[in-house]
């Protein structure tokens, strides 16, 4: 079992709470090689931005978790062989079980989303605190983040043909029945894989 600390990365907690007294927004790249991961890292300490580094679930679950560990505590390296340590997460993104959520904690994430939005609302609430339950557990404190709603299109794992927005009536129900530390919200943006028309 591998603490992030032990890594040099911080959770998502420590980030927003600073970004939110602060102001600012924290960008949340996904990355899938070396390159990309480089890159990411050189802008953000060019302009001193604290930075969410994503692997999707798809991309965790071909990944040598080793390796990733491993690219994680780099990248931290990496910032200050260039001159500036920035806080660095490293967060899955759209985790579809409890169980990958569990690896990902034990091999150094400090951050997980749990995507139960594709379930009954129920369904996703009850996946969703086990994960918070697991997660604020460690003694290093994971922060966890749950998805309310569901955008249209393909994510990782996740496929819905058509949105749902979130409820704002649900949302403070949602976060008291799980404690999640963040919550990914639909309101008709769109990102990930989706098909589109010429007209649009």
Known sequence: MTSYKELGLVNTKALFE????????IPAYNFNNMEQLQAIIQACVETKSPVILQVSSGARKYAN??????????????????GYDIPIALHLDH???????????????????????SKPYDENAALTRKVVEYAHSRKDYITVEGELGVLAGVE?????EHSHYTQPSEV??????????SLAISIGTS????KFKPEQ
């Open 191 to 194: 990102h990930g894989r989706a």
């Open 156 to 160: 990782d794992d996740v496929v819905a």
């Open 65 to 82: 978790q080793n390796l990733l560990k491993n690219m994680a505590k780099g990248a931290v390296e990496y910032a200050h062989e260039l």
């Open 18 to 25: 600073k970004a939110m007294k602060g102001g600012y927004a």
């Open 172 to 181: 403070e129900d949602f976060v008291k029945k799980t404690g999640v530390d």
């Open 95 to 117: 985790g579809d079980t409890f169980e990958l959520c569990v690896d990902c904690i034990e091999t150094g994430f400090s951050s997980v989303m749990i995507d139960g939005s």
